[in-house]
């Protein structure tokens, strides 16, 4: 299997910082990655696809890149509707894998 | 955008089978377009793949639990169903059901509201 290692694990900061979160694949998955956002006692929402590609209606605050092992979603300026914890999954390969997931905190 | 809604039993007795649906809405399974996915979420914890199906019934799912997953579809209903037999405490979770899979990109683009499954010793 391969596995998805997120970084940090939670996150403090504050409206309008600009904030990077870190996944690290195991081995190579090219560019199948994506990332959600999920908000408590909610579904997980998809914000990016193929490490880079925003999906539609998903604010161009949000951003994504990154290659082979290493990649980010960063946010430029934090919006109060952004806390939420976010989650990386490949789909190079079964089992689809997710990262453990980063946390991101109201400071 | 798809709607998905599990339903199924929010309990079942620990060694039994969990059985969950989905029905979906505002596509059609038999479009051929996506996989019919489920996924897993413990409290407090990461999201796990549990295993996919095709339209015509062609099954993957997660090695690590291949031995006990079992899958079905029911395009005239638009649902498809998943069964997990011989639960433990370990298969707590809430469980999602998602479209996805579209030309083999297998992220998950419309997810049902989840579903919580409690094991009972």
């Known amino acids: 299997d391969i596995q998805m290692t997120q970084s940090p694990s939670t996150l403090s900061a504050s409206v309008g910082d600009r904030v990077t979160l870190t996944c690290r694949a195991s081995q190579s998955i090219s560019s199948s990655l994506a990332w959600y956002q999920q908000k408590p006692g909610k579904a997980p929402k998809v914000l990016i696809s193929?490490?880079?590609r925003l999906k539609s209606g998903v604010p161009s605050r949000f951003s994504g890149s990154g290659s082979g092992t290493e990649f980010t979603l960063t946010i430029s300026s934090l919006q109060p509707d952004d806390f939420a914890t976010f989650y990386c999954?490949?789909?190079?390969?079964?089992?689809?894998?997710f990262g453990q997931g980063t946390k991101l905190e109201i400071k | 955008q798809a709607q998905l809604q599990e339903s199924g039993p929010g309990l079942v007795k620990a060694s039994q089978t969990l059985s969950l649906t989905c029905t979906v809405s505002g596509d059609f399974i038999k479009g051929g377009d996506y996989y019919w996915n489920w996924v897993r979420q413990p409290p407090g914890k990461a999201l796990e793949w549990i295993g996919n199906?095709?339209?015509?019934?062609?099954?993957y799912s997660n090695p690590s639990l291949r031995s006990r997953v079992s899958m079905s579809v029911d395009t005239s209903k638009n649902q498809f169903s998943l069964r997990l037999t011989s639960v433990t405490a370990a298969d707590a979770a809430v469980y999602f059901c998602?479209?996805?899979?579209?030309?083999?990109?297998?992220?998950?683009?419309?997810w049902g509201q989840g579903t919580l499954v409690t094991v009972s010793s």
């Open positions: 999954q490949q789909y190079k390969s079964n089992p689809y894998t």
């Open positions: 199906i095709y339209y015509t019934g062609n099954a």
């Open positions: 193929d490490v880079s």
């Open positions: 998602a479209r996805g899979c579209r030309g083999g990109d297998c992220y998950f683009d419309s």
